[in-house]
């Protein structure tokens, strides 16, 4: 499951930074990946429909999410735990 | 070159049916959003907005217009019946010939699309009403208000989203300065407070599910509003001989385009806009006493409208007053620039300038005087109103004392 949720966001989030897969790493911020705010909200709508879960975020207060967008690490860790709650 | 006054004012909107009810919400700093009352806001994550309340068509309209009037026509239609009582002109013959209408609307019918997708969608039928199309279609106020007035000179519907009555009242504007016509209806409209104009919305993530608290430091997104403004843009001279109430003068308008992003904001296309318009009008940035701001209360907007007025106003951006009016109505997205003139005439015209409720956290990076909370008096001489639309397009109005 866990690695399944990890496959799924660096898919998604390697299309969003047009790279592949293979490129991407846990520590790797969305800033560095070069996803900007409209890029940003793309993949969280994509997060979305691919675990079928609702993802709290507003742009207005991206540092007052519970959705932490930090890092690649960090997206997994709240996707991981929001596919958990909302399976519950 | 013609100078253009202000000669009638009408609206509805969440603040009040009427001019006087609107401008007594704001000297009040009363707030219209409110648990929005429409179909399926059970299945959306955002449930305020700055709703028209205690409307019923059937007491404005008959059923065969009922049946041709979207919302944001019906709207338009109330909003004009009061400007076009208050300027009391008839239209026949050459002048009627010569004057015009022209608003702004950025999605036009909305409800009309919505429930007609519904229908043929969600429910199956193979069927719409007939006059679907001419009820939806963007330019059907302003066709409608043509139609009801006699107005026959040029006539147009603007979108430019957020900015599209600003643009619509430049239009008109320029065609009274430059001759081409004595008299124009002019100012916007707005209805999208429905399922799928919420849910549409809904996905760029920029709203807020609580308030609109523009400028303030825990600000977290705008809430959208409806209902329309209508103005009578009038000839100085015509106005004057036949001894009609002048509301205020419309002195000058500047429009740009920032040319790079489709949704954020640019602080030097805002401050180009605002800079234009204070020339246009032949003043100096001194001279403006109040900005009535975009303000939506997102985060990108209003620290990059903060630092274009820095930019523009240097040091008497200390001095002068800059208030959302947004916090109250909401976004009216292309009919926000009409209604939220209303606060420019009254602060030129009764010295009481509106107020940006909801201000709860002083924001270092918005240190304005955003007149918060309260509204104030203060005699001002000149005003601006800023629009600035997704897309890039700005629209800024400069307005001075009668």
């Known amino acids: 499951m866990a690695e399944d949720v990890q496959e799924k966001i660096f898919a998604i989030i390697a299309e969003q930074a047009v790279l592949e897969p293979a490129d991407i790493s846990m520590e790797q911020s969305l800033d560095e990946l070069g996803i900007d705010s409209l890029g940003l909200v793309e993949s969280i709508f994509a997060i979305e429909e691919a675990f079928d879960i609702d993802v709290p975020f507003n742009a207005n207060e991206p540092g007052k999410s519970e959705f932490d967008v930090t890092t690649v690490a960090s997206i997994v860790t709240a996707v991981e735990k929001l596919v958990a709650e909302q399976a519950a | ?237 015509h106005a004057s001989a036949r001894g009609a109430d002048i509301l205020a003068e419309v002195a000058g308008f500047a429009m740009t385009s920032d040319a790079s992003d489709i949704v954020m904001p640019s602080r030097q296309g805002a401050a180009r806009a605002m800079a234009g318009a204070i020339a246009d009008a032949g003043l100096a940035p001194g001279q403006i006493g109040y900005i009535n701001a975009h303000g939506t209360g997102t985060a990108a907007n209003d620290k990059t409208e903060c630092a274009a007025v820095a930019d523009v106003f240097g040091a008497h951006a200390d001095d002068l007053m800059i208030s959302s009016t947004k916090s109250m109505h909401g976004h009216l997205i292309g009919g926000t620039g009409a209604v939220e003139l209303l606060a420019c005439i009254m602060a030129l015209r009764d010295g009481i300038i509106a107020p940006t409720i909801g201000y709860q956290e002083p924001d270092p990076e918005c240190a304005l005087d955003v007149v918060p909370n309260q509204a104030r008096q203060a005699r001002v001489d000149a005003v601006l109103s800023n629009a600035f639309a997704f897309g890039g397009l700005n629209a800024v109005l400069a307005l001075r004392r009668a």
């Open chain 2, 1 to 237: 070159m013609k100078r253009v006054v202000i000669t009638g004012a009408g609206t509805i909107n969440a603040l009040g049916h009427s001019v006087d009810e609107t401008l007594a919400a704001m000297r009040e700093g009363r707030c219209g959003i409110g648990e929005l009352d429409i179909r399926d806001v059970e299945r959306l994550s955002i449930r305020i907005g700055g709703q028209v309340r205690g409307f019923s068509p059937e007491e404005h309209f008959n059923r065969q217009q009922i049946s041709l009037f979207d919302r944001f026509t019906q709207f338009t239609m109330i909003a004009a019946q009061e400007a076009l009582d208050q300027a009391g002109l008839d239209f026949t013959g050459e002048m009627a010939a010569r004057a015009g209408v022209v608003l702004g609307t950025a999605g036009g019918g909305v409800n009309t699309w919505d429930e007609n997708y519904r229908s043929v969608y969600e429910e199956g039928k193979n069927r719409v009403h007939p006059f679907v199309v001419p009820k939806l279609m963007n330019n059907a106020a302003a066709s409608h208000v043509s139609m009801r007035w006699n107005l026959k000179g040029p006539s147009f519907t603007v979108a430019t989203a957020c900015a599209s009555s600003n643009h619509a009242m430049g239009q008109a504007f320029h065609m009274i300065r430059a001759g081409m016509s004595d008299v124009m209806v002019t100012g916007g409209s707005e209805s999208m407070l429905c399922f799928g104009g919420i849910k549409a919305w809904e996905g760029l993530r920029v709203m807020s599910k609580d308030a609109c608290r523009p400028f303030s430091a825990n600000r977290n997104g705008m809430v959208q509003g409806e209902g329309a403004a209508i103005f009578v843009f009038e000839e100085r001279e």
